[in-house]
């Protein structure tokens, strides 16, 4: 399974719609916040992935989409995704990686301090994708594939 993660778009529809377009194959989409109106434009342009993206609600956002989400992928793998405010993610991955578990999380995803990040901490991959369209780490902006498969996950950033 491949699954396309997205934050901090920040109104970049043109970066969000590139990464989307050279992934239009993949299993799941998520977006960690911050991008509630080019996420609503992408899914008119691209309805046949609709069943397939989900969202979170950002510190930015004001509509009402959830502020986290879990999902079962396969059998041993489940994924835990907020934006991460709420987790204190710029201070500390602690509360984030013990509310995944909690949860019967070993996959955490977030986003926020537009950072990128891909780390396996306390048994639980945790990855932030940085930002989309203005990243604050002085590397170019990005996004982050996590492939879980029988054999394991495997969590990557690829900048753009």
């Known amino acids: 399974m491949?699954?396309?993660?997205?934050?901090?778009?920040?109104?970049?529809?043109?970066?969000?719609?590139?990464?989307?377009?050279?992934?239009l194959d993949a299993d799941l989409f998520?977006?960690?916040?911050?991008?509630?109106?080019?996420?609503?434009l992408l899914l008119m342009q691209f309805p046949e992935i609709t069943d397939r993206f989900h969202n979170?609600?950002?510190n930015c956002d004001f509509e009402s989409l959830p502020l986290e989400l879990s999902l079962d992928l396969m059998p041993g793998h489940r994924l835990f995704a907020t934006h991460g405010h709420r987790y204190g993610v710029k201070s500390s991955?602690?509360?984030?990686?013990?509310?995944?578990?909690?949860?019967?999380?070993?996959?955490a995803l977030y986003g926020h301090t537009h950072q990128s990040k891909s780390v396996y901490e306390d048994g639980v991959y945790v990855l932030n994708p940085g930002s989309a369209s203005c990243p604050r780490d002085g590397n170019p902006p990005s996004y982050?594939?996590?492939?879980?498969?029988?054999?394991?996950?495997?969590?990557?950033v690829v900048f753009i």
């Open 93 to 107: 991955l602690t509360p984030l990686i013990r509310a995944a578990r909690e949860d019967g999380c070993d996959i």
């Open 2 to 23: 491949r699954i396309i993660v997205i934050s901090d778009t920040h109104q970049n529809y043109l970066n969000l719609k590139e990464i989307i377009s050279q992934h």
């Open 144 to 156: 982050g594939i996590v492939d879980v498969t029988t054999a394991g996950v495997i969590t990557n």
């Open 30 to 40: 998520l977006h960690l916040g911050d991008g509630e109106s080019e996420c609503t």
């Open 56 to 58: 979170v609600k950002g």
